[in-house]
């Protein structure tokens, strides 16, 4: 049985195409929904003693 009109590799490619393009447009919402949450980050204020933690006692 052969239906005329259509192949089944542009069948296939057709689908291969959709595929991708779901596949990049999941990718593009992920990634702003990154840049969302890295912005609405609250970003914790430097201490008031800039030298504070700078040095490390490495003996026991």
Excluded: F, R, W
Aim: charged letters at 15%.
């Amino acid at each position: 049985m052969d239906i005329s009109g259509t192949s089944a590799s542009s069948v296939s490619g057709a689908l291969e195409i959709k595929s991708a393009k779901l596949a990049k447009s999941l990718q593009e919402q992920e990634g702003q929904a990154a840049l969302q949450l890295i912005e609405s980050a609250d970003v914790p204020k430097s201490s008031s003693n800039p030298g504070l933690g700078s040095v490390i006692n490495t003996y026991a």
